[in-house]
């Protein structure tokens, strides 16, 4: 345990000798302030170093013990740097900021404790920082938000897309001099809200029996998403507060000095939590024409001209006057309407009010007319959103006639110019059809066109075709190879060919005249051997063939039968006597031998 | 004898009459042109669809898409239209009146592509054999020399290339012409909702502007699955959809 406390004693001995040239201190500004009221807690680091400017490090969080009853809210930092040159020595300092507002519901002392936290690796530790709560009083000084502060009027309740003004009031007391403003923050993620105008409207009003300086801005706040929408608004102003002690015990009293030599102070103002219902818009009777115009409108409708020529324009201009969201109206839509072709419209809008709520919005349709005669005008339909009756109004204006007569314009013809000065003048033979006539004109010869087929990749046609192809190409493939094979391979064009004389030789050999059977018999046992040994035996005697069967592994069975046939056409070549049952012995006996070789 | 001659003459009369009668009877196209120019377009356009059903003629289809565009039924002209310039591609007059109706209807007008013109240069099955026909050629020129083992010609080297250049040029002509089978127009004068599956109860995926093209992605019952011009995709029903090559 000694040794534990020796190690810790020595840590902290040389973290503190390494981070020498680094204070700091805590404090709250101010340090005495009335119930609900907002005070600063102020953790201060300065860093100083001869040699080269220190570099910050920035502290996100602070490890400050809790304080029961003390709300600590909004951290945020701030850093400064400065140098002193002393007789030629620099010596650079930073000093950072960690500024978090502390507010206590209840009166009494509030004391933040030292506490230690991490900065460089080392370890510093924050002092000690009490705060003061009193409760207020008639005669008590006023506090902070009372003397200053931020209100903004906006509606309970809004639909999507309804743009609405509201105004921020910044409150400053007669005895608070306003030094500056930073730029407005919102919280305000449910909608689009316009820039915090550069100039405000000044005036004064007594507000709880104390009179303020009120700086006013109008903003247009537009929701973009239903449901409970929060609004909050954030200005943090520059501000010399009145000081009691100066101006209470002074005989000059407070005043010019007071004012130009006091000391300003930085606080963050925000308005009052609030809530906005934002509704979506009903779709029960919503017409068809609406295209998101939420407010309280009147339409004029009119046209230049009633009377024109064939493809010269003429304009229809509608005129929407009242007050809502003029920002997101658009033009009616136009229906296509015959005889008249149309483009989308130019707008110009004339404000009535600083913030575009109520003026005027013009559009203006170009419409030339394609043929000539009576023609009307499109029917114009313009429906918006009334918030205060909940309801959705639609306007609707009767069509305009125009008289259209055809139009003067030369027509553009394609004869040839003719050159010479003293010629004619050209006469136009022809004359150019307007769309709308060209569509007046029939075919009037019919003729036969092109068969419309659908599954052409399945019909039969496509299917003989490729058939057909791929029997050609195979048979003619197949030709091929044969034919290269037998002008190449010698043993099979022998064997090619003594099949097609084996064909031959084995249908004589069913004549009934023994003469004629024996000598094709042996033709085709000779033929047959032929094939089997791929060698010429076509005039070989049975000793040779013998030869040739035993090479090849022909049975001795069938060698003896052949020998047998031999015999027996030697026989009866010879003898010239045979019957005829013998003769259908020797047949079935040459079955036997072909089928075996 | 007189009373044969008799009977004769009136045989030969009731002939003549007859014949007279059937030359001086018009065919539908003609009552239906007649019927338009007297702006009776009801009449013309039942006339032009007899005409249709006794022969299909682009003129017929071309008319009874004017009707159709008289009688306030764009949707249907377009469709009429589109058929007929299937049926005669290079026809000029077709082709502007059919942008005319688009633009009329909102929907886009431009010149056809130079690929589509190419393509229908030639009627789809004329493509498909001349496809066909190449890839063969092209297969034998390649395989039976090498069969053969003979040197390849000049003669057959010039086949070969020329088959080559047809399969070039028809498989892409070819596809382009399937594929402008495989589609269809809105016929109706209202805007038609596209829905996720093929059911009027499902959800609307997405909407299609009368007269507007649209390829056949599938089909199931009563409904097809289309691709829009606009991108939009989702099941239509037949009702109100029409293929080309219906």
């Given at each position: ?12 001995f ?37 040699s ?84 207020g ?136 939590p ?25 339409m ?121 000065e ?80 084996l ?32 060698r ?56 036997t031998?072909?089928k075996?070789? | ?42 009449i ?33 002209a ?14 000029a007059?077709y ?65 070969r ?5 047809a ?80």
């Amino acid at each position: 345990m000694q040794l534990r406390n020796a190690f810790l004693i020595f840590a902290l001995f040389t973290t503190s000798t390494l981070i020498a040239e680094i204070r700091v201190s805590a404090r709250f500004e101010p340090a005495r302030v009335a119930v609900g009221s907002t005070s600063q807690y102020i953790v201060e680091i300065v860093e100083t170093d001869d040699s080269k400017k220190p570099a910050a490090e920035r502290i996100t969080s602070l490890p400050i013990p809790s304080e029961g009853g003390l709300t600590l809210r909004n951290g945020r930092t701030s850093n400064s740097q400065s140098t002193r040159i002393t007789n030629g020595v620099s010596e650079y300092s930073i000093t950072q900021q960690i500024i978090i507002e502390a507010v206590s519901q209840t009166a009494g002392n509030f004391t933040i404790p030292a506490y230690i936290f991490e900065y460089k690796g080392g370890r510093l530790q924050a002092p000690a920082a009490t705060l003061n709560v009193v409760e207020g009083s008639a005669d008590a000084a006023p506090t902070v938000d009372e003397l200053i502060f931020l209100q903004a009027n906006a509606p309970e309740q809004l639909y999507v897309g309804q743009t609405t003004s509201i105004l921020l009031k910044l409150y400053v007391s007669s005895s608070v001099t306003l030094r500056g403003l930073n730029p407005l923050e919102r919280r305000a993620d449910g909608f689009t809200v316009s820039e915090l105008p550069e100039e405000s409207a000044e005036s004064v009003e007594m507000f709880k029996g104390r009179r303020y300086r009120v700086y006013t801005w109008s903003l247009m706040i537009t929701p973009i998403s239903a449901g409970p929408q929060t609004l909050d608004f954030q200005l943090t102003v520059s501000a010399q507060m009145p000081d009691e002690r100066n101006t209470r015990g002074s005989q000059f009293g407070g005043g010019l000095f007071d004012n130009f030599f006091g000391r300003s102070e930085r606080f963050n103002l925000y308005t009052p939590p609030t809530q906005i219902d934002v509704r979506t818009l009903p779709t029960e009777g919503k017409p068809k024409s609406f295209s998101g115009a939420i407010g309280n409108f009147t339409m004029e409708v009119t046209s230049d001209s009633s009377s024109t020529r064939v493809e010269e324009p003429i304009m229809l201009s509608i005129k929407l006057s009242g007050s809502g969201n003029f920002d997101r109206i658009k033009g009616p839509e136009m229906p296509k309407t015959k005889g008249w072709r149309s483009y989308k419209p130019e707008f110009t809008f004339e404000p009535n009010d600083l913030q575009s709520l109520k003026g005027m919005k013009r559009f203006d349709y170009v419409f030339i007319p394609e043929k000539a005669g009576s023609l009307k005008l499109p029917e114009v339909k313009f429906s918006y959103f009334d918030p205060k009756t909940e309801k959705y109004v639609e306007l609707s204006a009767p069509t305009i006639s125009a008289e259209v007569t055809p139009s003067s314009r030369p027509v553009m013809t394609t004869a040839a110019t003719l050159t010479e000065e003293n010629s004619a003048p050209a006469i136009n033979l022809s004359k150019a059809l307007s769309p709308e006539e060209l569509l007046n004109t029939l075919d009037y010869r019919p003729r036969k066109g092109r068969q419309i087929e659908k599954n052409l990749l399945s019909s039969p046609w496509f299917n003989y075709l490729n058939s057909a192809a791929f029997v050609v190409l195979t048979a003619s493939g197949i030709l091929i190879y044969r034919g290269k094979r037998l002008h190449q391979n010698a043993e099979y064009a022998l064997a090619h060919q003594a099949k097609q004389a084996l064909k031959v030789t084995v249908k004589e050999a069913q004549s009934n005249d023994a003469a004629v059977f024996y000598r094709s018999a042996q033709d085709a046992i000779r033929l047959a051997a032929s094939v089997r040994v791929k060698r010429n035996l076509r005039s070989a005697d049975f000793a040779e063939l013998e030869v040739s069967f035993k090479q090849s592994q022909v049975t001795n069975e069938v060698i003896e039968q052949v020998r047998s046939l031999f015999n027996e056409a030697d026989n009866h070549r010879f003898s010239g006597r045979i019957h005829s049952a013998d003769l259908q012995q020797a047949r079935t006996q040459l079955n036997t031998i072909l089928k075996a070789l | 004898m007189n009373s044969f001659y008799r009977t004769l003459a009136l045989y030969i009369l009731t002939a003549i009459a007859a014949f007279a009668a059937t030359s001086e009877t018009e065919t539908p196209f003609q009552a239906g042109v007649e019927a338009y120019q007297n702006a009776e377009y009801e009449i013309a356009e039942a006339q032009f669809i007899a005409a249709l059903t006794l022969n299909e003629t682009a003129a017929a289809r071309h008319n009874l898409g004017l009707a159709h565009f008289q009688l306030n039924a764009p949707a249907e002209a377009v469709w009429q239209l589109e058929r007929a310039q299937l049926l005669e591609p290079f026809n000029a007059g077709y082709r502007y009146k059919l942008e005319a109706v688009r633009q009329e209807l909102g929907l886009f007008a431009g010149s056809a592509k130079w690929y589509t013109l190419a393509s229908a240069a030639l009627p789809t099955k004329t493509w498909l054999t001349l496809a066909t026909v190449s890839f063969w050629l092209l297969l034998a020129v390649s395989i039976l020399p090498r069969l053969s083992d003979t040197k390849i010609s000049i003669g057959l080297k010039t086949l070969r290339a020329i088959s080559t250049a047809a399969l070039i040029f028809s498989i892409p002509s070819l596809w382009i012409n399937l594929r402008l089978l495989q589609t269809g127009t809105i016929t109706t004068d209202q805007v038609a909702s596209l829905h996720a599956a093929p059911a009027s109860a499902a959800p609307q995926s997405g909407t299609a502007r009368p007269g507007e093209r649209a390829r056949i992605l599938d089909q199931y019952n009563h409904f097809y699955k289309i691709e829009t011009e606009g991108q939009a995709t989702g099941w239509i029903s037949k009702d109100v959809f029409r293929p080309l090559a219906d």
